[in-house]
């Protein structure tokens, strides 16, 4: 016996060391005159240096065009031609960089410095090939040179900072960063990195300070207070935290962050109750946007599965998040994972479908999810109108293509169904279950229509990417023996399947129905009174193939029974009525 089930749902507060990153965005404006940098020993002129030029802009344009393969020959070639240019030198540096050829773009990094020692880009440039290859030492270098060229920059003065703490020098970076302070003030970015190091150094006092110094200066400001609260979290000084937000709370009563802290501080402490309370308010506060709102819920997703008082609740914060965005389809898409999660797969799909009508709704994982449920629900027919939709909308999309195909062969439009999972077959990039998935239904649908040598080929290539799935190897060996055809190969299928699964009836009706294909019907029948007593309602095919085989073994009026069994089960009730007239009539 076959199985037509495809494997669907398989397709589907402590401190540490921050790892600091330079990030550059350097201009791909010209420095000077292409062919006339100031330290060229060779400088061109005339008719070359003309087409140095033409060939630098075409190189400058291709950079702007993010064209970096085409940039790179150009100043490749103009290297050749002025190799003391240093504007060239620098661009050959950074597209050696992005190819992560390491000695290369060192090098020309360096050259370019050494062409023009205060050319601060250039040095830009070097500090980045020396940040993208970790070379530290070298890198606070630079950036030494580059405060000394532009001491009011506070971006270098950052840089420099972080290229300390990088190097594990935390006393230079302190300096850096609090000479920065002197040049702009209190600022949030530099205060956290300050933050950050001290408790590297567990230097927790220093680091409250720091925290005490933003809320000094931006006394209104709740983040700053959060931050501190959550510090004190962080370390277990919870009457601290407590201190914080209430305090929070009271400067600014309908603010959510202080709702959340709270809340989050009561889960903590563990009083349920409170927690809930201050969550729903924050939820239910219009001035808490949906994209904060949307990881709060995520956060009780796992949590509410379990626990029936916290699943009510959330479902009442979802109502409050829906009637207060009744026009976000981020909303629908949160309650709708919520239902589907809990087997409300109706009013899933209908909050799905919302979602997607509304603007910016059509996500491909909302249409994802609306299949799924649909397949899983087996709503052949609105699979069949919404498969299709999500194709013209994500024609690469592999799944859609999937789906719509299980969907038409399930209505028996099984041409269609071959022609989606053909199609879609060019859409499956590295994931080879959903490809295996592919062929073991084109295979299917094509024993359906008789097209055996497709059938077969297709078998062989899902069988190729997993040669222990249990389904297709038992359904191979059915189709096999159903034709008569390889029958050695079938009982090889067959029995591979069942010491994968055993115990599975499906599977050991195809090894009896394989066995009384070759003629081996005392050993057909033990399988088949096997799958008999393990099989709580048998159907009419069951019942039909045990006849078959009562009936080679001598057992006629025994066999009789069994084409009762399955003429009153509706199974192929003319047949039936024949076998069952032939045998009481010899």
């Known amino acids: ?188 970015i530099v205060t956290e990195q300050k933050k950050q190091i001290h408790l590297i150094q567990g230097d927790f006092d220093a680091a409250v300070e720091e925290s005490e110094k933003l809320i000094e200066a931006f006394p209104k400001e709740m983040k700053f207070r959060s931050s501190l609260g959550e510090l004190y979290m962080g370390n277990n000084l919870y009457d601290e935290a407590l201190e914080v937000f209430e305090k929070m709370l009271e400067i600014s009563p309908e603010n959510p962050r202080s709702q959340l802290n709270l809340a989050e501080y009561y889960r903590k402490t563990a009083n349920k109750d409170k927690s809930i309370f201050y969550l729903k308010k924050a939820i239910a506060n219009p001035l808490l946007e949906i994209d904060q709102k949307i990881p709060t819920l995520l ?74 449920i649909e397949i899983q629900t087996e709503q052949y027919d609105s699979l069949m109108l919404d498969g299709p939709k999500a194709i013209e909308l994500f024609p690469n999309q592999a799944l859609p293509y999937f789906f719509s195909g299980i969907a038409f062969i399930n209505r028996d439009e099984i041409l269609d169904g071959i022609d989606f999972l053909e199609e879609g077959l060019n859409y499956v990039f590295s ?25 077969d080929a297709y078998f062989e290539k899902a069988l190729g990417i997993n040669s222990q799935n249990p389904s297709t190897l038992n359904n191979y060996a059915y189709y096999l023996a159903e034709r008569g055809a390889s029958l050695d190969k079938a009982l090889v299928l067959s029995t591979k399947s069942n010491r994968l699964s055993p115990k599975n009836t499906t599977f050991l009706d195809t090894w009896a129905w394989i066995l009384y294909k070759k003629g081996d019907y005392l050993e057909a029948l033990a399988k088949m009174e096997e799958v008999i007593r393990l099989t709580q309602v048998p159907s009419g095919e069951l019942f039909d193939h045990y006849g078959e085989i009562l009936l080679k073994n001598g057992k006629e009026d025994q066999a009789i029974i069994q084409f009762q069994k399955a003429k009153s089960l509706g199974y192929n009730t003319n047949e039936m009525e024949q076998k069952i007239k032939l045998l009481n009539n010899p």
């Open 1 to 188: 016996m076959e199985n037509f089930l495809p494997s669907v749902l398989g397709i589907s507060a402590e401190w540490n060391k921050p790892k600091l990153i330079y990030i550059f965005v350097i201009s791909f404006l010209s420095f000077s005159l292409a062919g006339q940098d100031k330290k060229s020993e060779a400088p061109i002129s005339g008719k070359e240096l003309a087409g140095f030029n033409e060939l630098f802009f075409e190189a400058e344009k291709e950079l702007q065009l993010g064209n970096y393969s085409k940039a790179f020959e150009k100043f490749q070639k103009l290297y050749k031609i002025d190799s003391e240019n240093g504007t060239v030198c620098y661009h050959l540096g950074e597209l050696y960089a992005g190819q992560n050829f390491r000695e290369e773009a060192i090098f020309h990094a360096e050259k370019s410095v050494e062409l023009d020692p205060s050319n601060k880009w250039f040095k830009k440039g070097l500090a980045s090939v020396y940040s993208k290859f970790e070379i530290t030492d070298k890198l606070i270098t630079v950036f030494s040179e580059l405060v000394d060229l532009d001491p009011e920059n506070p971006d270098l003065n950052y840089e420099l900072a972080l290229a300390y703490a990088n190097n594990d020098d935390f006393k230079k970076a302190l300096e850096q960063l609090n000479i920065l302070e002197e040049i702009i003030g209190a600022n949030e």
């Open 299 to 372: 956060s009780l997703f796992a949590a509410s599965e379990r626990d029936s008082a916290l699943k009510v609740e959330a479902y009442n914060m979802l109502a409050d998040v829906i009637k207060t965005n009744p026009e976000d389809p981020k909303a629908y898409a949160i309650y709708g994972d919520f239902l589907s999660r809990d087997g409300l797969n109706t009013k899933a799909l209908a909050a799905y479908k919302k979602a997607v009508r509304l603007e910016n709704g059509g996500k491909f994982q909302i249409w994802e999810q609306i299949l799924i």
């Open 431 to 455: 994931n080879p279950r959903l490809k295996e998935q592919y062929y073991s239904q084109l295979a299917d649908a094509y024993h359906r229509i008789e097209e055996h040598t497709k059938s």
